[in-house]
């Protein structure tokens, strides 16, 4: 058993050394910036570092050099990003943040970095204050959602799971009970913050473009002119077709919301977690107002 985990644990160290070679051959080639690299280069340091037991002196500060550069990095691109350029018009804080990150990681990790980042930020600025402001012009989509039922509940879960933890891990070590004591408070951060950002995130008309959010998981722009039309979600005979109704639509409801369903003449993409996704010919979406949203899209229905 312990051969085999050698093995596996050798071939891995192998397939990255090989990916952080073709990033510095692409990197030579301009391709890709050279700071690309440092992140491959410290897992690749540090799996040799534990592959091979016992390291010198040299290597372990080779390795701490290697996290200082990388970490240090990161640090001072984010601050110039944030603090010395202002957010361009028209950019969302995750793009904004995106971008000095590509420098490091890939564009995918890059943005669900960021869209990590700004979701906790969104949760931590509504606990600050951010609940006392007023919910931004558009057609909001938070009031209805089962997120807004779990809200007031959050309290008492957290001291209920407090104790229970506290009880049923009494015997474990302290700092497993941190760990998932800081678990606990980070789902708790994530929910709240994904609540927020459905909350500063409604769905808008400007001009003649429809803007469409799912918080900060999902976002598109559809022409007005492309709508057909606009109606409810139909009933379905079973949950296949159901499920199969809503795999081909782009999704922007908010869960326990109700629902309507655009029609569009071409199909539309949605920018989600990964980017752009396949692009679709219909689309579901939530609104707490629903006879609003949709008195002001069918004048646009051909």
Known sequence: MLGTMRLAGSILLALL???????????????LPWTRLLVPAAL???GLGL?????PGAWKALKAGTALVLELGLLALMAHRFWRLPLEPGVLPEDH??????AFLSPRLARILALEVVLLGSALRFLAGGWRRPDPPGFSYHRSSAFAAILPALPLLVVGDLVLVEVLLRSVAPWIRLLVHALDAYGVLW????????????HRIEGDVLHLHKGLLSRAEIPLSAIQRVGPVPRFDDDWARLRFHRGALAFQAPGAPDLV???DRPAAAVGLLGPGRPKARVVLSA???????????GAAV
């Open 17 to 31: 050394a090989l990916r952080t070679l073709m990033l510095a051959v692409r990197a030579a080639q301009g391709r």
């Open 44 to 46: 690749l340091v540090e």
């Open 51 to 55: 592959r091979f037991g016992a390291v």
């Open 97 to 102: 943040l995106a971008k000095p990150l590509e």
């Open 191 to 202: 929910v709240l913050g994904l609540w927020a950002s459905f909350r500063a995130r409604p």
């Open 262 to 264: 655009l029609d569009l």
């Open 288 to 298: 707490d107002d629903l006879p609003a949203l949709r008195s002001a899209l069918e």
